[in-house]
């Protein structure tokens, strides 16, 4: 099935109103105190208003994690070597990465995308161990041009859209995201200094640990990309075409995959979120579908989620990426699941009600 | 299995420094930026030290959710009729509350246990849907006396440990507490203001949901409580008698039980955490084998956890109970384990590592 962008972003339907005053109501005749189960409830009623039904299913979870390499990284942006996006590539397809073990727990399975890897992972493909998407061996360094060209900013989106897709008909009733790539905290801190108009210093953090000297390079770097490439602000896909990276595309199309869909989609931390906030402006309905797993160390992260109005579930000084955010948050996303489809109202379950804390709608 | 508290409190040994260091250095070689998991790796290396093991398991997971009723009720110092303690008992067995859920979420089992609720639960207890520890029919009103005997209250220590001992044969690889019981915060904050010596003004929230009125009430009822009884501060066991509740010392002997067994120990919210405080304050060391569950929304838990130096995993805004905390936390524990059982070093993954961001111990 190959959905076109503008088709996919016309699509996309916002909460149905009614679903959700439907799920709120019984949520509020649960036999427990009022709204006792704080956000848990506010994440069943998404789920019910989601999926239309007050016995939302959320069963084969898929974390998709999408690899993709930057050539930014010439410029000393980070402390890994470049290679290491190809290594974990190879960790996670061989089982023994962070985001194998986490999503292990939540009964998820990962699907690894390989977006823009700078090497040949073909029979990796071939294998049907990771789905190749790729768009080519790494991007431009964005400190000297485009990091891509406008119609590979659109293939990435629509190769995000694709993925989606195919997962959702495979039967996939959550999603999460999930990157892999050395680097990529810098096209995401500067698609987001681009979208908010923030300065450049206030939202660039330290990645996998550069120390002060290399911080400094890489703001100045991100700055002088900017300058350089002069993105538009009012449009997303010149924004990560200039200044974004082939995983955040693939990651802001998968988001919009899922809400054309109607299946929810788990946020990850700092580079997926700078998908969610593409996949924002391009359709500002899509925030309806996501949920933002965690907080992540990444400081900036923090204005990425207020520029997208979303609380975290959690926050655990996590910043590893791959998904490991989205995974951890996806039981609590079940749990949710479980809480508007199980659980008994007072009427039900024959217990007494103060009448002062009936719920009113 | 029979043990006595002073036993027991004097067998619980504080976590194996050799332990904890051997798995710091173990997380710190996998491949990924260094601790770049947070708090997830402090909950392994805690796992890890706990069962002197690098491949720490967390199978069988059980969420026991004390149940009890309290005397005090008569001071109108609730929102809810005290016969909900014993419809909720019903909706546990039956499957439709709120832990049930979210245990199922968890793949955890609930095991509701009669403290001293104040029915006759023997039918429950003879068909083996709940475990009978009964104390009596509820606590005394301790605005007129103490809420039981320092007999009852060494009993109910010693009926948590009991559980805690039966599950650890069953099997049992990770405990959770919970509480049911009308009324209990008010015991509650009265044990918080007794060991902390805080204002029993800047302890006491709405638990349920109390009006304004009925908060000054709540307050005035534990001031002349504690005026009353005059619990001794330096001695939990009689803080527990006069101002205590059945089920608090259950879930109290229920850590301790598993601090002796050397069983990882989730601790809900605002009841259990002052359960947590009186084992503490028995066996200091047991604090080693918490984990802190969640933040609740009964705004004096963060006192509690302070005074535990605990961390919370969550904060949700939250205020059930039954254990429902305790069982959402069970699956970022199973993940916490996960990760240092199954992620791979540096080494063993064929990744590069930056040596700056090497580890030295």
């Known amino acids: 099935m190959e959905l076109k962008l503008d088709v996919v972003v016309k699509g996309i339907e916002p909460l149905s109103a009614d679903w959700r005053r439907r799920a709120r109501a019984y949520l509020s005749n649960l036999a427990i105190p009022l709204w006792s189960l704080g956000q848990l409830l506010d994440l069943a009623e998404q789920l019910a208003a989601i999926k239309q039904t007050l016995k939302p299913s959320v069963r084969n979870k898929v974390v998709v994690t999408m690899a993709g390499d930057h050539g930014v990284v010439a410029e000393g942006v980070s402390t890994c070597p470049q290679d290491v996006t190809l290594q974990m590539v190879y960790n996670f397809v061989a089982g023994g990465a962070g985001i ?8 998820a ?3 690894v995308v390989d977006m823009g890897v700078a090497a040949d992972l073909d029979e990796l493909a071939r294998q049907g161990k990771i789905i ?16 891509m060209t406008r119609e590979q900013a659109v293939q990435t989106l629509e190769a995000g859209i694709g993925v989606a897709g195919q997962l959702v008909q495979e039967g996939v009733e959550l999603l999460g995201t999930g990157d892999m790539g050395i680097g990529n905290t810098t096209p995401s801190s500067a ?25 400094d390079r890489k703001i100045g770097v991100i700055e002088r990309a900017l300058e350089l490439n002069r993105p538009d602000r009012g449009d997303p896909v010149d924004v990560l075409a200039k200044v974004g990276g082939f995983e955040i595309g693939g990651i802001a199309g998968l988001i ?26 391009l359709a500002p309905q899509a925030v309806d579908y996501m949920i933002a797993a965690h907080r992540s160390m990444e400081f900036a992260h923090r204005q990425m989620l207020q520029e997208l109005s979303l609380r975290p579930l959690l926050d655990l000084d996590m910043r590893l990426g791959e998904g490991t955010g989205a995974a951890l948050a996806m039981n609590i996303v079940e749990a949710a699941a479980r809480v508007i489809g199980e659980m008994l109202t007072f009427e039900a379950a024959g217990v007494a009600r103060n009448e002062s804390l009936e719920y009113t709608p």
Chains 1, 2 share one sequence.
């Open 256 to 281: 919009l995959g899922a809400a054309y869909f109607k299946v929810p989609v788990v946020v990850d931390g700092f580079i997926s979120t700078a998908g969610a906030l593409l996949a924002k402006r």
């Open 109 to 111: 399975r990962v699907v």
């Open 100 to 107: 194998n073990a986490i999503a292990g727990a939540a009964g």
């Open 191 to 215: 698609v987001l200094a681009v979208l908010t108009g923030l300065p450049v210093r206030e939202v660039t953090g330290r990645g996998t640990g550069i120390d002060d000297e290399t911080l």
């Open 132 to 147: 190749s998407c790729k768009i080519g061996r790494g991007t431009g360094n964005m400190a000297r041009g485009p990091a």
